[in-house]
């Protein structure tokens, strides 16, 4: 009888789990899966996923929701017999602090460039040379040459001018990547931007003429969907599954080398205190890991190292205030650069309402209110100890919400390394770096390259998997 293969996962965050999901056969057990093994750093699985308790609910301290209309993992959750504790975001909408004012954002904005100037007519603490400079654009438009990547800020601040860039497009698209729209890439992040860019002329007739949009398609349903008792508990339920489908998943377990040999097995993963030979390795560890890991291959695998990260850290508290005082929607985006009265800038980034967002966790007279703050080029945040961070917070906090109430109990989250920074050229360093791991044997995986979000992460293992299996399939 021929001996099982065997994979080596390395990194169980949704990636990694999600690669050995599909390894094991994905929906139904496969019997003639290959022998799994994941191995991850931390002392849990789930990476930025975690769960904590506030007010005496599961609260998730981390992501606590995942964007509807990616399918990648809304199927892992019926694979695995969730279904039934998928549970659709139960607000929309939010507002933009500008000019000392809290602004509803118009729904056109959802993901950040405007497509026509409806939305910037619409949108208060504008200037008017703010909506003159995007008028320009429709009637004069300036001139842009766009290759095949720019930054989303070049093309905007180019076509609608620095302040709609800054107050609009900066805490839109840099906001949710914690980076900068002047070094994120519109051919990774927007591409329907840098078609529109492409087109030439006015920036804002190519967006409503057609090219590919940014601004989403209004299909029907909620646009975000949780698990009932916590994004937190999808890692960990997955863990499990694979554990009774017999996968071996070891935390506390840093993998310090992956080497390619001779013999039986091409491949050895190595810890401190192991050496596991495997016929295939999936690598779902962040960028600057992976390259320590495999950059001696390959130069396109050590350029790996050069993607930046965005370390950030979230505060989650609760309030003794009615949630009917807090605004409509689901939270508040913060621009950057915004005065503190307490000297320098706001640090906090933006607001979430975790009540707001999911229904279950509401309860009469309190508010869940959680602040994020670190920015790629903002880690003030990581001088300060956990209380001065509070503080700090809960001030700015006061502010934005107009509210004198102090919280009664509060977590900090930190997350290091944070989200990878889809810089220019990204999709050629991802591009050169997945082809040199597949040379060597190995298959890459994980938010570095496809895409930040857990769907992408999801379907990123899950990919992964099947180049690992097709893999194996040949050399049998
Ligand atoms: C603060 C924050 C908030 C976010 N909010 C949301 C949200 O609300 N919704 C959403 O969809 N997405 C959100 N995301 C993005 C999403 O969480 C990530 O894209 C996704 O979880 C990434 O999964 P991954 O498997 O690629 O990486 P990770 O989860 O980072 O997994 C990598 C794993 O590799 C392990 N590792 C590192 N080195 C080694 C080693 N040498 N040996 C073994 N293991 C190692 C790490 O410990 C880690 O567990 C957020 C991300 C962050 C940081």
Not at 228 to 246: E, I, K, M, Q
């Amino acid at each position: 009888m021929t001996p099982r293969p065997s994979v080596v996962v390395i990194g169980a965050g949704l990636s990694g789990l999600a690669a050995a999901w599909e390894l094991s056969g994905g929906a139904t057990e496969s019997p003639d899966a290959p022998r799994i093994e994941v191995l991850e750093a931390a002392g849990r699985v789930g990476g930025p996923l975690v769960l904590g308790e506030l007010g005496g609910q599961a609260v998730d301290l981390g992501p606590d929701g995942f964007l509807a209309r990616r399918p990648e993992a809304r199927t892992l959750i019926e694979e695995m017999g969730l279904a039934d504790d998928l549970i659709d975001i139960g607000a929309s909408g939010a507002s933009l602090w500008l000019r000392g004012q809290l602004h509803p954002i118009p729904r056109s904005l959802a993901l950040g460039v405007p497509a026509s100037m409806a939305p910037l007519r619409e949108l208060g603490g504008l200037s008017w040379r703010a909506r003159a400079a995007a008028w320009r654009d429709r009637v004069a438009p300036r001139a842009l040459p766009v290759g095949d990547d720019a930054s989303i800020g070049e093309i905007v601040r180019a076509k609608l001018g620095d302040e709609i860039a800054a107050n609009v497009v900066e805490p839109l698209v840099g906001g949710i990547q914690a980076g900068r729209i002047d070094d994120l890439s519109a051919a990774a992040l927007l591409p329907g931007l840098l078609a529109a860019a492409q087109r030439g002329g006015s920036l804002l007739r190519a967006m409503a003429a057609g090219a590919p949009s940014p601004v989403p398609s209004g299909a029907p349903g909620p646009a975000f969907h949780s698990l009932r008792g916590g994004l937190g508990t999808l890692p960990l339920a997955l863990a499990d599954r694979l554990d009774s489908r017999g996968v071996v998943v070891r935390t506390a377990t840093t993998v310090q080398a992956v080497r390619r040999v001779t013999g039986e097995h091409p491949l050895v993963v190595e810890t401190a205190h192991t050496a596991t030979p495997a016929d295939a390795v999936v690598v779902a560890t962040p960028a600057p890991v992976t390259a320590a890991l495999l950059g001696s291959w390959d130069p396109d695998l050590a350029a790996l190292g050069s993607v930046a990260y965005a370390a950030a850290a979230m505060v989650s508290a609760s309030y003794p205030e009615a949630m009917a005082a807090l605004p409509a929607g689901t939270g508040v985006l913060v621009p950057l650069g915004t005065p503190w009265a307490g000297g320098g800038t706001m640090i906090v980034t933006a607001l979430t309402f975790l009540d707001r967002k999911w229904e279950h966790l509401r309860q009469p007279g309190r508010a869940l209110v959680r602040a994020h703050v670190g920015r790629s080029d903002d880690q003030r945040y990581a001088a300060f100890d956990d209380e001065h961070l509070r503080a700090r917070v809960a001030d700015e906090v006061a502010l934005l919400l107009g509210w004198s109430a102090r919280p009664t109990e509060v977590h900090v989250q930190r997350f290091l390394p944070g989200l990878p920074q889809y810089r220019v050229g990204y999709l050629d360093l991802v591009a050169r770096a997945r082809a040199a791991a597949a040379r060597g044997g190995v298959d890459l995986a994980g938010s570095t390259y496809d895409g930040v979000g857990i769907p992408a992460a999801i379907g990123s293992g899950r990919r992964a998997a099947r180049a690992a299996r097709a893999r194996l399939a040949e050399r049998r």
